[in-house]
């Protein structure tokens, strides 16, 4: 559920995922089958396109194919909008391994730590309301409800949590795909799941990736407003900018409900792909249970960044970033950006749950590209080509 | 959510309602239009206005509450339903025949029945500790959850203090820790098993406990072994944030105090309630409910046979009524038990059960009611459907 190679829900897999994978002798099989259909044009490519629309647009496509091809992703699929807002889709690859079926246009996904901005716009809202405050302590909202070794809620600011400051262990690291996939969890119990755990940092001392941080921001929502979190982000972002393919699914629910590619995942890193299609997202809620498409995403991020969901102060302390690890990616308050090989940065967050990564922001300048894979990829050649492909489309 | 004063959901209110509730005038004046409407027979009776009828009728004139349901089964499953009053006072339409409503604390029972059934599938045990399945979650003043058996939580025997009476009076969305964690700032009211008293508490920790063996939410879980298993077609858990009531029904009312007028509660977030009373269903569903669980289609007779062991309720329950678990027992005029549950939620209450024999009453008023007289009036005109 997040924006970087290590920062996965499912933690041990992508630690031990550094090799390159070599497919099961099925799944090429499979992909061989389908290898025309993912070289034909993309459907929405328009003859009349100018020369260099075309050149980027083919750009996309050969990094999707390298994707499917070399990096052994089931499918991968993107989304691409001009500054003036025309938006082309891509596919490659199979949605289906086992029946080859092709990958359906813009096809929904689990969007995973993308949650964590959606999150974080609701929180916003309430600061902009002067409801929540982000200097305030945990403390504030919830009274007593965040203590362990070295934890204490009366330490830990609202910034902190969005801002993945906090030294809240976790409780991410502490799930196997195995256990996650079939097993509905309250969101206390996932906070009781981290607060098992010792702090990793003193409050405001250092950067680090918790999903703990927006559990705690989504039960901050849920006591402040006195409504499920949810129901938040469905009035607050999603009707208001109409995302019509994006939903928070319900407690229990299993299935993604519009036209999607299956999503594959590897557990242990080094086993098959198994499809992880139907999977309880309840281990992600406020930090990866969202589902979307690529274009929802696009609209999201440029709503976002063009502040027609928050009012200025609030996205300028959004946009307010820290040194997040390596590779020049800085992390907001759950907003990321990360530098372009064409000059300037975007912004966007990405996310990776079993079965699904997806990655993309918008510029500066009003460009906005989002890839999704159907599988988390467990090499590092993989992972950063997904990223070369968000580059690709924003840099074309 | 059941039965009693103090329970509700805005604790001011009830501590005043106790009294004999008077309609205010314009709300009279609404009904008193209403009534010729009420007076017409129901469409499934041939013949003119029954016992039942009568009933229904008598409610909505001498308790104040705006409209009566009733479903009624015979031994042979025939069933008929019943309507009286209105079903919205502000435009005046009639009552939808076996309308919905919500069923509050009779969601208990739904609740103990899953727990019974994996009680028979050996995934728990009654006399475990509340810490066998939840490790270290109850604690405080007198309050251990190494000391309190998952019997005692079915049957109200462990003294866990009620949440209900801790809310605020605003009607927003809770989740379930949330509701326990609201109880456990309170001691304990007594020893494990040392007396009786009704808490709410005890079945949100049942439903804490079903969520963590079969890892998947409650409502499913309810959804799956009982609603669909048995056909209850208009019977739901609604999801969270959901304050609607999906299917044709009546409004329900709510009366801060006899001085102030009704106040339609319809659409109101049932979280507080969960797996103490979320429930929306129908007459008829809980006649079918109760009559599948008494005749052993939900849970095998040695399961049944605990939920029907009973200890004296009479302080909750009214004269001679006792608990199981999650199961009432009440001596009926005409000879014999009638087992059921009812339900107390802002909006509705119901009263209802069936005899050894395979009768089934169920009935509902759109008003939740806070005193002793209109509730034996209820009961009385559940007993009377039975005893016919």
Not at chain 1, 358 to 380: C, K, L, Q, Y
Not at chain 2, 152 to 167: A, C, D, K, R
Not at chain 2, 348 to 373: M, S
């Amino acid at each position: 559920m997040s924006a970087r190679t290590r920062q996965s829900l499912r933690f041990p897999a992508r630690q031990g995922g550094r090799r390159r994978r070599a497919w099961p002798a099925a799944a090429a099989v499979a992909i061989g089958v389908m290898t025309l259909g993912v070289l034909a044009p993309p459907a929405a490519s328009d003859s009349a396109a100018p020369a260099a629309a075309a050149a980027r647009q083919d750009a996309v496509q050969r990094a999707l194919n390298t994707l499917v091809r070399d990096d052994g992703m089931p499918a991968a699929l993107a989304s691409v909008q001009d500054r003036n807002g025309r938006a082309r889709t891509y596919t490659a690859g199979v949605g289906d391994l086992t029946t080859g079926a092709k990958v359906p246009r813009d096809g929904q996904v689990r969007i995973g730590s993308n949650t964590k901005t959606f999150t974080a716009v609701v929180v916003l809202q309430l600061v902009a309301e002067r409801r929540v405050s982000l200097d305030a302590f945990v403390d504030t909202y919830l009274p007593g409800l965040v203590r362990g070794k070295g934890i204490d809620g009366g330490r830990i600011t609202v910034r902190q949590l969005l801002q993945h400051t906090s030294g809240l262990p976790d409780y991410g690291m502490h799930l196997d795909d195995d256990e996650i996939r079939n097993r509905y969890f309250e969101p206390r119990e996932l906070l009781d799941l981290a607060l098992e755990h010792p702090a990793t940092a003193a409050p405001g001392k250092k950067w680090g990736y918790s999903n703990t941080n927006y559990v705690l921001a989504g039960l901050i929502v849920q006591k402040v407003t006195g409504r499920p979190l949810a129901e938040e982000m469905d009035r607050r972002i999603i009707k208001r900018i109409g995302l019509r393919h994006t939903y928070f699914p319900a407690p229990g629910e299993m299935t993604i409900r519009g036209p999607h590619p299956r999503g594959y995942h590897r557990s242990p890193a080094d086993g098959p792909l198994r499809d992880f299609t139907e999977m309880d997202p309840s281990a992600g809620w406020a930090a990866g249970q969202l589902i979307s498409t690529n274009s929802d995403l696009n609209r999201f991020f440029t709503a976002l960044l063009a502040g027609r969901l928050l009012p200025s102060a609030q996205l300028a302390e959004m946009r307010t970033t820290v040194p997040a690890g390596t590779s020049g990616l800085r992390y907001g308050l759950g907003l990321t950006s990360r530098p372009l090989s064409c000059g300037g940065v975007y912004w966007g967050h990405g996310g990776d749950i079993a079965g699904y990564e997806t990655r993309g922001g918008v510029t500066e300048g009003g460009r906005a590209a989002n890839v999704a894979v159907t599988s988390i990829p467990t090499d590092e050649a993989a992972a950063r080509h997904v990223n070369d492909a968000v580059d690709r489309a924003l840099c074309g | 959510m059941r039965g009693q004063k103090r329970r509700a959901f805005r604790s001011t209110g009830r501590q005043h309602g106790t009294r004999r509730q008077i309609l205010p005038a314009a709300v009279a004046m609404t009904v008193g239009l209403m009534t010729p409407l009420a007076l017409v027979p129901p469409a499934a009776s041939a013949a003119g206005p029954d016992a039942v009828q009568q009933s229904l009728n008598a409610l909505v004139r001498d308790i104040g509450t705006p409209a009566a349901l009733a479903s009624v089964e015979d031994r042979e499953g025939r069933a008929r339903t019943y309507t009286a009053g209105v079903g919205d006072l502000t435009t005046g339409a009639k009552v939808p025949r076996d309308g919905q409503v919500r069923i509050g604390s009779n969601t208990k029972t739904f609740v103990a029945v899953v727990v019974l059934q994996l009680v028979a599938e050996r995934r728990m045990s009654l006399d475990a500790f509340v810490d066998t399945y939840l490790p270290g979650l109850v604690r405080g003043k007198g309050i251990d959850g190494r000391r309190i058996t998952v019997r005692q939580l079915l049957q109200h025997t462990s003294g866990l203090p009620e949440y209900t009476s801790h809310l605020g009076d605003d009607a927003r969305y809770y989740a379930p820790r949330e509701l326990l964690a609201t109880a456990l700032r309170h001691p304990a009211d007594f020893d494990p098993g040392k007396s009786w008293k009704y808490s709410n508490t005890n079945y949100v920790l049942a439903g804490l406990i079903v969520q963590k063996v079969t890892a998947r939410p409650l409502a499913d879980e309810i959804d799956r072994r009982v609603i669909k298993r048995i056909g209850l077609r208009h019977t739901y858990f609604p999801a969270p944030g959901d304050a609607s009531i999906r299917e044709p029904h009546p409004h329900g009312y709510y009366q801060e105090s006899t001085q102030t007028p009704l106040r339609d509660i319809t659409e109101v977030d049932p979280s507080w309630g969960w797996a103490a009373g979320q429930m929306i269903s129908t007459n008829s569903d809980l006649n079918r409910f109760f009559t599948a669980l008494l005749a052993g289609r939900l849970i095998p007779p040695a399961q049944l046979a605990q939920m029907r062991t009973t200890v004296p309720a009479e302080a909750t329950f009214g004269p001679g009524a006792r608990y199981g678990l999650g199961l009432v027992s009440r001596p009926l005029p005409c000879s014999g038990l009638s087992w059921g549950h009812g339900g107390s939620f802002p909006g509705y209450e119901t009263r209802g059960g069936v005899t050894a024999d395979g009768r089934a009453a169920n009935i509902a008023v759109t008003l939740q009611l806070t005193g002793e007289a209109p509730r034996r009036s209820l009961e009385r005109a559940v007993d009377n459907a039975l005893c016919r």
